[in-house]
């Protein structure tokens, strides 16, 4: 297949580790991949440039095209998920699906796609709900795949290619949950407090 009729994806990137299998797998099947980084729910801040940071050494090795997006907006982020925190996966999702979606209209790709996909941990329904919501929104299809029969794979590609990996989703409540042992989602109503 030539590359002028190669159709163009764009791959929504969470991390350089969830990216090894998504990447060559959609190269497998025809597709040209540019990958664009647009995080703004990863807390604290040097954890974001630590991923983002690993993506970008890994695109180098993978010679993978990245569109890494300036605006790490943590306070939109906080914004969006105030008083819905045991709900804060469908504001995420959306917040950064529907930004994947808008550049991929604006760079007149032929889909859209997540490395969320990949991980075990995620609610993959939503994220598939979400993109494809964000799809019809913008007029980008959601490029749907189950990628998480891929996941021990990714595990082991970063550790061999030693590129960071995370111990958590990303945002502030998956480290409370990490690394405090707070139950998020049994947040109390009155004063939202954290158990």
Known sequence: MSAE???KVLLHICCGPCATYPLPKLRDEGFEVMGYYYNPNIHPYTEYLKRRESLEKYAEVAELKLILD???DAVKYFQQISYRETRRCRFCYQMRLEKAAHIAARGKFDYFTSTLLVSTYQNHNLIKETGQAMGEKYGVPFLYRDFREGFKQTVQ????M?????????CLYSE?????????DKIKETGNKID
């Open 176 to 184: 409370l949950e990490r690394y405090a042992g707070h139950d998020v």
């Open 157 to 160: 590609l970063s550790r061999d």
């Open 70 to 72: 300036p605006d790490y």
């Open 5 to 7: 009729s190669q159709p």
């Open 162 to 170: 030693g590129l960071y990996r995370q111990q958590y989703c990303g």
